[in-house]
């Protein structure tokens, strides 16, 4: 798997205190998860095993807690580390002013969840559906390949992002459309690269979980308790810890393949005109 790691592992450095505050972030929500499990494991007991009707009510009460509070937390905090995250990555002049400087930045891109939200969608939905051959937007062939990428649109979709922060100005969707112009002009060689830093994620995911899967099964088995209970806490930690050490790596993969290949490029102005109506915010 030929992957970019000097160059994710300089990029990521630009946003180290970003970093760590975010996983920060995740690994205290990984002891959240982990007291949450203890209480259904003496909830199990409790209700005597773990077929019964209070403990399966009392699982899916907190199993719906911990969805809406991930929804929360992702609305009022996460979402502006994450764009805080991609802007220190882009490498922009306004980024030297540190993570302070970025959230005041993102504050001006964003001011709030619905226009980050919208953004990443739209671009997804460009990405995911874009082939070979697209006479409208004039998309050489070495753009795009004969399949829609749906499975690394959301990652192309954040490279863009950050370099939509490269371009700068008071518009967000502007901006966009400009990075979006310039990935697909100069872009050809980051979708193959993408999908070499989605597999390197799966792969992590796959090996934290099962890291954690084992030793659960082993000590909820010989413990007498529910052996779903021990998977669908190795899995919960998995996710988070996943989210926490690995999606930044790839996030600053992607993000540095395609601001190098942009590097010197300006947008197409008549494909931005194109673009217009895919990214009107």
Same mark, same amino acid.
């Given at each position: 798997m030929n992957l970019n790691?000097?160059?994710?592992? *300089?990029?990521?450095?630009? !946003?180290?205190?970003?970093?760590? =505050? &975010?996983?920060?972030?995740?690994?205290?929500?990984?002891f959240m998860v982990i007291v949450l499990f203890a209480m259904l494991l003496i909830a199990s007991r409790l209700a005597g095993g773990p077929a019964s009707?209070?403990?399966i009510v009392i699982s899916a009460l907190v199993?719906?807690?911990?969805?809406?509070?991930?929804?929360?937390?992702?609305?009022?905090?996460?979402?502006?580390?994450?764009?805080?995250?991609?802007?220190?990555?882009?490498?922009?002049?306004?980024?030297n002013s540190g993570r302070s400087g970025a959230f005041l930045e993102i504050a001006r891109f964003f001011? *709030?969840?619905?226009?980050? !939200?919208?953004?990443?969608?739209? =671009? &997804?939905s460009f990405l995911a559906v874009a082939t070979r051959g697209n006479d409208a937007l004039a998309i050489p062939p070495a753009a795009h390949g004969g399949r829609a990428d749906f499975l690394i649109a959301g990652l192309l979709a954040q490279a863009i992002l950050a370099l939509a922060f490269v371009r700068g100005g008071g518009d967000a969707g502007q901006a966009a459309r400009e990075a979006l112009a310039l990935y697909l002009r100069h872009g050809a060689a980051i979708r193959k690269l993408a999908r070499f830093w989605l597999g390197f994620s799966a792969a992590g995911l796959a090996a934290i979980f099962l890291l954690l899967a084992l030793p659960n099964y082993f000590f909820?088995?010989?413990a007498g308790a529910p052996l779903w209970l021990g998977i669908a806490l190795a899995a919960a930690i998995a996710g988070l810890m996943h989210q926490a050490f690995i999606v930044p790596l790839v996030l600053a993969g992607v993000s540095a393949a395609l601001l190098a290949e942009a590097k010197g490029h300006e947008p197409d102005a008549a494909l931005c005109e194109k673009i217009v109506p895919q990214l009107t915010l």
């Amino acid at each position: 798997m030929n992957l970019n790691f000097k160059e994710a592992l *300089a990029t990521l450095s630009r !946003a180290l205190p970003l970093v760590l =505050l &975010r996983a920060g972030v995740y690994v205290a929500g990984g002891f959240m998860v982990i007291v949450l499990f203890a209480m259904l494991l003496i909830a199990s007991r409790l209700a005597g095993g773990p077929a019964s009707v209070v403990i399966i009510v009392i699982s899916a009460l907190v199993f719906l807690g911990g969805w809406i509070s991930a929804l929360m937390l992702e609305r009022f905090f996460l979402f502006r580390q994450r764009a805080a995250l991609l802007f220190l990555f882009s490498g922009c002049p306004a980024a030297n002013s540190g993570r302070s400087g970025a959230f005041l930045e993102i504050a001006r891109f964003f001011p *709030a969840y619905a226009p980050w !939200a919208a953004l990443n969608r739209k =671009l &997804r939905s460009f990405l995911a559906v874009a082939t070979r051959g697209n006479d409208a937007l004039a998309i050489p062939p070495a753009a795009h390949g004969g399949r829609a990428d749906f499975l690394i649109a959301g990652l192309l979709a954040q490279a863009i992002l950050a370099l939509a922060f490269v371009r700068g100005g008071g518009d967000a969707g502007q901006a966009a459309r400009e990075a979006l112009a310039l990935y697909l002009r100069h872009g050809a060689a980051i979708r193959k690269l993408a999908r070499f830093w989605l597999g390197f994620s799966a792969a992590g995911l796959a090996a934290i979980f099962l890291l954690l899967a084992l030793p659960n099964y082993f000590f909820f088995s010989s413990a007498g308790a529910p052996l779903w209970l021990g998977i669908a806490l190795a899995a919960a930690i998995a996710g988070l810890m996943h989210q926490a050490f690995i999606v930044p790596l790839v996030l600053a993969g992607v993000s540095a393949a395609l601001l190098a290949e942009a590097k010197g490029h300006e947008p197409d102005a008549a494909l931005c005109e194109k673009i217009v109506p895919q990214l009107t915010l």
